[in-house]
């Protein structure tokens, strides 16, 4: 069975940083490519970023572009996001999530979609 | 970046009723259209992928069309468990992006 579970979040200043991590397990993590999702208290859903298998090719919006990294240890069935210049807006619970495929955003219809998804872990911008 | 608009934000039905929920993108996205369910406090489950296929582990009861730049999501026979929040999401190109969400209540 996949498993995603998140951890580091809690609550920083505006301007600070911090780094979420998302453990997995249940499937040979260095296959897949890995995303980050977040989604602010009562609002929809923001994909945020995402890395490729290999952790070589790596993807951002533009809202978080400049700010956030994305990164994964192969050898510790690990992904991260460090978050840097965190604004109020950043505000949100963040997912992370598997992609059927080595690469993302690539192949076809059938290898572009979410997965699998962990319980989020709530990050909180506020002075 | 695509835009993907959903119809309606909300609706309210009883169990056993039909349901659909239409998406709209804002540029043809082909097939490149999925479907998940969350359910409050809990993170999004993968529905349907592709426009069509059934995520495995899915109700048969869960089925998608569309293509181009209209997408449905149909409910044949509402069930107590399914009464959440709805959204599709396009993956035709980056940045990947959600509807806004179809918030199915009882009635």
């Known amino acids: 069975e996949v498993q995603l579970l998140e951890s580091g979040g809690g609550l920083v200043q505006p301007g600070g940083s911090l780094r979420v991590s998302c453990e997995a397990s249940?499937?040979?993590?260095?296959?897949?490519?890995l995303t980050w999702v977040r989604q602010a208290p009562g609002k929809g859903l923001e994909w945020v970023s995402a890395?490729?298998?290999?952790?070589?090719?790596?993807y951002y919006a533009d809202s978080v572009k400049g700010r956030f990294t994305i990164s994964r240890d192969n050898s510790k069935n690990t992904l991260y996001l460090q978050m840097y210049g965190l604004r109020a807006e950043d505000t949100a619970i963040y997912y992370c999530?598997?992609?059927?495929?080595?690469?993302?955003?690539?192949?076809?219809?059938?290898?572009?979609?979410?997965?699998?998804w962990g319980q989020g872990t709530l990050v909180t911008v506020s002075s | 970046d695509i835009q993907m608009t959903q119809s309606p934000s909300s609706l309210s039905a009883s169990v056993g009723d039909r349901v659909s929920i239409t998406c709209r993108a804002s540029q043809s996205i082909s097939n490149y259209l999925n479907w998940y369910q969350q359910k409050p406090g809990r993170a999004p489950k993968l529905l349907i992928y592709?426009?069509?296929s059934l995520q495995s582990g899915v109700p048969s009861r869960f089925s998608g069309s569309g293509s181009g730049t209209d997408f449905t999501l149909t409910i044949s026979s509402l069930q107590p468990e399914d009464f959440a929040t709805y959204y599709c999401q396009q993956s035709y190109t980056t940045p990947w992006t959600f509807g806004q969400g179809t918030k199915v209540e009882i009635e």
């Open positions: 249940g499937f040979t993590f260095s296959s897949y490519a």
């Open positions: 592709a426009a069509s």
């Open positions: 890395v490729s298998a290999s952790g070589g090719n790596t």
């Open positions: 999530a598997k992609v059927p495929y080595l690469k993302f955003a690539s192949g076809t219809s059938r290898d572009r979609y979410l997965d699998s």
